[in-house]
């Protein structure tokens, strides 16, 4: 299967969670903390009670890199059991890549191949040539950053051009005349319901990815009405600390899967 | 020692090339290609040689990720083996992260406390607090891109802003404004004399890192004339694949020394 179509699989079961795995050993329970396999057995644990309820899964990078080459191979472990546990669920490799061409053939090769993610998230600053080499693996979707959810996004994204249109917007449009939709993302921020409404229309036909919910104020709800009121089907909202650190108890797998399943009524 | 004061230092001798070691298994050496430890043992040869004539090395990430975890180790201990080699001697981390806050702090452990980087390459998109966590260390350098070397450098970079400068002159006075001398580093391409020429007052004072000598077409010479000219030290030209893959016989080590030497002549 394609990542479009384990993606649209999930939303025509009317689910529109990305379980993101941040595990931070600092907040996972204390029961793993002596464990020299804790990264791995803490997402096993969040993986098995939530996949019958996810619509896919997100890994960032960030949060396997800081723990050197072990790191990157309870990463790539993680990816291996969502696979082996269901493989229409489609997992997100969140590294955020842009490089020139030769060099983001390299990360594309990583992120793809070599962890074997089925999408991936991009930086668009360096331009076209630089996100090419991943959309030349025509059975991924690769989420671009458009507009994020963090201060920052006011810095640069929101500038506005000679032609009168915010950055943001204008990165939306070239990439849609880019690539085709079913391997074009974009990452559009969760937090401000009446951006997501003034854009929904630009967004129309794309997979959007939506972080910002929880930890960072967004509400589940508020986005799944605004896609739902235009009639935009391909949303996938990012829950990752409201979830997996639900609890920080024994109990932290039942309270992630409730805490899912509360999102997915949320937005159903 | 200070990355700044790493650079510094080497620039005083005269030295102003960055060796970047972008370990191609498929461009290294035949003799190579049965080793288990092949990018690590050419990088420690191309090391060996020319590191009393290197100003800095610069590691691409994405060179080392595609390998998967073992690619990350050699990595780490190609770091390593520069730092015991020559301890004045800067290595950056060429990573073009950015991402929220508390991930970017991650990915800041990850090259400067776990992989030891002295500096790192940043991608500024999604604005100040991405880049926060970076600057945090103080002792650090962070070469944020402002204006690439790919052809895709007009698609974003290069579109006016309302207020009738380019994007990239944007975020070069954002970082300037936002961030010291001694940890700002800058991006700037090697491939256009005249943008380099026209730039060159808004760069005074900061590091400058220019990718595209040799393979992407700049002139080494041409580089080092503006930055003369203009009373401006802090210039770091990378040259990646015209050094390492100077000759692809046994003299591979001895070649790139050569090739180093001639661009330490031609911008002495």
């Known amino acids: 299967m394609t990542a479009a179509e384990k993606l649209d699989l999930k939303f025509s079961e009317g689910k529109h ?3 993101g795995l941040d595990t931070d050993p600092l907040k996972i ?7 020299a396999d804790a990264i791995y057995l ?32 309870a990463m790539k472990r993680t990816v291996d059991l969502i696979r082996s546990l269901d493989p229409t669920v489609a997992v997100i490799g969140d590294a955020k890549r842009g490089d020139i061409g030769n060099t983001s053939a390299m990360y594309a090769e990583a992120i793809f191949n070599i962890y074997g993610f089925d999408c991936s998230t991009l930086a668009p600053y360096m331009g076209k040539d630089s996100l090419d080499p991943f959309f030349a693996f025509s059975d991924r979707i690769n989420f671009v950053l458009v507009l994020t959810s963090n201060p920052g996004s006011k810095d640069f994204e929101k500038l506005e051009l000679g032609s009168g249109v915010p950055l943001y917007k204008e990165v939306a449009r070239k990439l849609k005349a880019w690539y085709p939709a079913e391997n074009l993302g974009m990452v559009f921020r969760a937090t401000n319901k009446t951006d997501l409404e003034n854009d929904i229309a630009g967004l129309a036909g794309n997979f959007i990815l939506l972080p ?14 605004v896609f739902r009121s235009a009639g935009h089907k391909r949303f996938l909202i ?5 979830v997996i650190f639900a609890s920080s108890g ?9 805490e899912l399943r509360v999102l997915n009524t949320q937005t159903a």
């Open 29 to 35: 329970p204390p029961h793993f903390r002596g464990e």
């Open 238 to 242: 990012n829950a990752s600390r409201s």
């Open 17 to 19: 969670i990305c379980v």
């Open 212 to 225: 910002g919910v929880g930890a960072q104020g967004g509400s589940a709800s508020d986005i799944s009405s």
């Open 42 to 73: 803490f997402n096993k644990a969040i993986i098995e009670a939530t996949i019958g309820e996810a619509a896919a899964y997100k890994l960032n990078f960030a949060f396997y890199e800081c723990h050197g080459p072990e790191g990157m191979a």
């Open 250 to 258: 024994e109990d932290f797998a039942v309270a992630a899967m409730n």
